[in-house]
């Protein structure tokens, strides 16, 4: 079946870098754009970036753009998220999700939880 | 930006009766393909969220036929025909016109 599995979240301190990966299965991975979103404890949903199927278009929220990036490596179905200088209100769960069409996220993983905490 | 306001943001239903929740984007989500890029979800407690209504009305595979969603350019809104107890949960919509952005989400609760 289709699955999005993320990794690489933990505790880190403000300024430092984590990268998060997601593993994808089921589906022709090379062949979809995906998403990352996040959610803060209590929060709502929070699109962070997408990219698309190949590689060649991505856009990244106001809020993360110069700090985060996205990138894939469609030889091992895996999505990634590189979060540099994190910051404290960046402290949240972060999913991948499968895009649906142009617009829609039609498969999301369980997500992965980022604190940042001095 | 594209902002998306949905009312109400709680909301309690009675087992078998019918539910509604409106969501208000601050300009149209009709692109130039005919397609209006308007999508509900629901998270439910400790879950992912999962995709109900993509394009305004069209329900995503398995889920339920007592949801529907209708609507267009600016006004949508999510119905659940006869409330179950395994609705609850948090419902967002969802804008993918320009970039993405979602609603503030409203929590439903038997």
């Known amino acids: 079946q289709v699955q999005l599995v993320e990794s690489g979240g933990g505790v880190v301190q403000p300024g430092r870098s984590l990268r998060l990966s997601c593993a994808a299965s089921g589906f022709a991975f090379k062949s979809y754009g995906m998403h990352w979103v996040r959610q803060a404890p209590g929060k709502g949903l929070e699109w962070v970036a997408v990219?698309?199927?190949?590689?060649?278009?991505?856009y990244h929220a106001d809020s993360v753009k110069g700090r985060f990036t996205i990138s894939r490596d469609n030889s091992k179905n895996t999505l990634y998220l590189q979060m540099n200088n994190l910051r404290v209100e960046d402290t949240a769960v972060y999913y991948c999700?499968?895009?649906?069409?142009?617009?829609?996220?039609?498969?999301w993983g369980q997500g992965t939880t980022v604190t940042v905490s001095s | 930006d594209i902002v998306m306001t949905q009312t109400p943001l709680s909301l309690s239903v009675t087992p078998g009766q019918p539910a509604s929740i409106s969501c208000k984007s601050n300009?149209?989500?009709?692109?130039?393909?005919?397609?209006?890029?308007l999508f509900w979800s629901l998270q439910r407690p400790g879950q992912s969220p999962q995709l109900l209504i993509y394009e305004v009305s069209s329900r995503f595979s398995g889920v339920p036929d007592r949801f529907s969603g209708s609507g267009s350019g600016t006004d949508f809104t999510l119905k659940i025909s006869r409330v179950e107890a395994e609705d609850v949960g948090v419902y967002y919509c969802m804008q993918g016109l320009h970039l993405w952005t979602f609603g503030q989400g409203t929590k439903v609760e038997i």
């Open positions: 999700a499968k895009a649906l069409g142009r617009g829609g996220m039609d498969v």
């Open positions: 300009q149209s989500l009709l692109y130039s393909d005919g397609k209006t890029y």
């Open positions: 990219m698309s199927y190949d590689g060649l278009n991505k």
